[in-house]
């Protein structure tokens, strides 16, 4: 657990990913090593203008694994899309930030990119902070920025 506690979830609540966690020690602020702080959020109930691991919204999830990572950014993801360098589809390398406008118009919804077609993010939906694949129609319909810090 984040808090370094054993815990046990029942076999019927889990499901696998197709990905690996490795075990390798990334340097702090790299790509990888943006994946590895977002990881530790894995499970962290969703909270509207939540910005702690008691409760996080997407906006506040991508604000807090980059501060982990000594990099500040602006607390909602509208104005997290403006910040740093912008990114092609093509060109996504594990820790650029996604931003989303899943209800059409404005950004909505942030998250961070894994690799391999995967990222991480706080969703209601979800129920809190979970590894989608950015294929998914939503996702894959309503990316409108991505940004390398």
């Known amino acids: 657990m984040v808090d370094s506690s054993t815990a046990w979830i029942e076999q ?32 962290i109930p969703y909270r509207w203008g939540g910005y702690s691991f008691g409760g996080l919204d997407c906006s506040g999830f991508v604000k807090a694994v980059f501060a982990s990572n000594g990099i500040g950014l602006p607390r909602v993801a509208r104005e997290q899309a403006m910040t740093g ?36 993010h706080s969703s209601v939906s979800r129920g809190g902070v979970a590894v989608d694949q950015i294929t998914k129609p939503l996702y894959m319909n309503s990316l409108v920025a991505a940004r390398r810090s």
């Open 12 to 43: 019927s609540k889990v499901s696998l990913l197709d990905y690996q966690v490795m075990g390798q020690t990334s340097k702090p602020g790299s790509g990888n090593g943006i994946v590895q702080t977002a990881l530790k959020y894995l499970g």
């Open 85 to 120: 360098a912008a990114v092609g589809w093509t060109e996504l390398q594990p820790g650029d930030r996604l931003y989303f406008a899943c209800k059409g118009g404005a950004i909505d919804h942030a998250g961070i990119y894994m690799g391999n077609g995967l990222f991480i």
